[in-house]
């Protein structure tokens, strides 16, 4: 799949600039930096709320407990993957969107943010999975990851037979075929297996015939952490994957922008299908 048309910058001082664009870029630009640094505020005042581990309830909220909700309908429990040096606080603004809609059974998972590779954070992920089907009798989840957390949970789907239980696959902002962003990162090695042509991108990029998992991958084009942009589309022959491009939206936004939230509804709605898709969709 080739993506055209897409401006790859976010910050101007950091990323090329096309002068005839600059006057129409600059407010859409001004935007969205200004949404990126509203949320990393609200999420640095959140993120001690995430790091203890959650509880999971006994049971469903009763009705008439003064929210509107819609319908609770039958449906997979939705699993929530954060990024690198993250935690499940940043989903705190999707999880009410999604329990809003019908969405009751949401679990997130925190991995420790000393962890060094993507393979072992995905069998954690899978124990972890294998815990919550044992507990609701739900043979199969949903799951949203986002930017590392989408990483694992595709190496999960793909790669350790996680197809099995996941049905639907959304990423936010994911390195599929690994991002050169913030070179002096590399200390790190869960940042190197992100980089294009590291072992874990080249295991992600072998054949994986009769992978049952549906894919659906949001990538920006003011994502800031995406270099280049592409790589955070899922491009493989052997899995039913739909990329959807949202608009004016930076990295740390696309957990929690309704637009995006209305995206992921939609996509854990759908029913599985059987046709590999081959569109895309826009969101601005």
């Known amino acids: 799949m080739k993506v055209t048309g897409v401006l790859p910058l976010f910050f101007p001082s950091c990323r090329r600039l096309w002068p005839g664009r600059l006057a129409g870029l600059s407010l859409t630009l001004l935007r969205a930096t200004a949404l990126e640094a509203a949320i990393l505020a609200g999420h640095l005042l959140l993120y001690p709320t995430g790091l203890i581990r959650e509880r999971h309830p006994a049971a469903l909220p009763a009705p008439g407990d003064g929210t509107a909700r819609l319908p609770v309908r039958p449906a997979p429990p939705v699993v929530l993957l954060h990024g690198f040096i993250d935690n499940r606080s940043v989903f705190v603004l999707l999880r009410r969107a999604l329990a809003q809609h019908g969405r009751q059974r949401v679990e997130s998972l925190n991995y420790s943010p000393l962890t060094c590779d993507i393979r072992t954070a995905a069998e954690l992920l899978g124990r972890h999975v294998e815990e919550i089907c044992a507990r609701t009798g739900s043979a199969r989840v949903d799951i949203v990851g986002h930017s590392l957390g989408g990483l694992i949970a595709r190496y999960y789907a793909q790669c350790l037979g996680g197809d099995l239980r996941v ?118």
Do not use: K, Y
């Not at 690994?178 to 990029?205: C, F, K, W």
């Not at 990329?243 to 696309?254: F, K, Y």
């Not at 046709?275 to 969709?281: F, M, P």
């Open 167 to 284: 049905r639907t696959l959304v990423t936010l902002g994911t390195p599929h075929s690994g991002t050169r962003v913030a070179p002096l990162a590399d200390a790190h090695p869960i940042v190197r297996q992100m980089r294009p042509g590291s072992a874990v991108i080249e295991e992600l990029a072998r054949p994986a015939p009769g992978c049952r998992t549906r894919f659906v991958s949001l990538w920006s084009d003011l994502d800031s952490l995406m270099d280049p942009l592409e790589t955070a589309c899922l491009d493989h022959p052997d899995l039913d994957a739909h990329n959807v491009r949202v608009s004016g939206i930076g990295h740390l936004a696309l957990p929690v922008h309704p637009a995006v939230a209305a995206v992921i509804r939609e996509a854990l709605d759908a029913p599985h299908p059987g046709d590999r898709s081959t569109g895309g969709l826009t969101v601005a």
